[in-house]
């Protein structure tokens, strides 16, 4: 079946540094991929996506890039911030319309001052 | 900006007491969905549904989980009895659920039970 395979945590970096989180999939057709960020106590916010193959999402200085011959979707950014800290899930779906997502397991990024 | 409500935000409760959470999603979205999210864990569906009607509740413990979305807006989730490893973060997610697009789903600030 469909599945996300994210890095294990945490991730501990100083202000400024460059990030990446990695994730691979395995899924039987075309999936849009996702990034969601959990802030302390709350829900799920999306971050970027990507619905086909070499699409680039990009938000708030993250990007990632949907990369079949890979089946990766790695999540970047240059320099990070204090308030960058928090959970990152990775997650596909078929790409249909009303397809429940398939989360990895979550990357706790802690960012120091 | 709409937003996916939920509550009670928290719950504590005895194992084999009666629990339920309530999900008002986005207006005018179709589709809604409920996921469990256990500690240190990514969210796992339970139950989706297209207005009114179950999709998916392949993964509802039906023996003692029931959900429902009687008009196709609101819904409520209930466990009946609850156990102790029922204790999660229950999430309720929305999207608009149209045919041809890709669906990005929202999700409300969950409801976090404790089950003692």
């Known amino acids: 079946g469909n599945s996300v395979t994210q890095m294990e945590g945490p991730v501990t970096l100083s202000e400024e540094a460059f990030l990446t989180i990695n994730c691979t999939y395995t899924a039987t057709g075309y999936p849009s991929l996702f990034w969601y960020v959990q802030y302390p106590g709350e829900g799920l916010q999306l971050l970027l996506k990507?619905?086909?193959?070499?699409d680039k999402g990009s938000n708030k200085g993250f990007e990632a890039t949907y990369r079949k011959e890979t089946t990766s979707f790695h999540l970047e950014k240059g320099s990070v911030q204090v308030s960058d800290s928090a959970v990152y899930f990775c997650?596909?779906?078929?790409?249909?319309?009303?397809?429940?997502?398939?989360f990895g397991k979550g990357t706790t990024l802690s960012v120091s001052s | 900006e709409a937003e996916v409500a939920q509550s009670p935000r928290y719950k504590i409760t005895e194992k084999s007491q009666a629990v339920a959470f309530w999900c008002d999603p986005i207006s005018g979205h179709a589709t809604l969905y409920w996921y469990r999210q256990i500690l240190g864990q990514g969210p796992e569906l339970l139950v989706q549904f297209q207005d009114e009607s179950v999709v998916d509740d392949s993964q509802l413990p039906k023996d003692r989980f029931s959900a429902e979305r009687l008009k196709g807006v609101d819904s409520t989730l209930k466990i009946q009895p609850a156990e102790l490893g029922d204790s999660a973060m229950y999430l309720c997610?929305?999207?608009?659920?149209?045919?041809?697009?890709?669906?990005?789903?929202?999700f409300g600030p969950g409801t976090r039970l404790t089950v003692l």
């Open positions: 990507a619905t086909k193959a070499d």
């Open positions: 997650a596909l779906s078929e790409g249909q319309a009303g397809t429940a997502l398939i």
């Open positions: 997610a929305s999207s608009l659920g149209l045919a041809g697009i890709t669906d990005t789903q929202y």
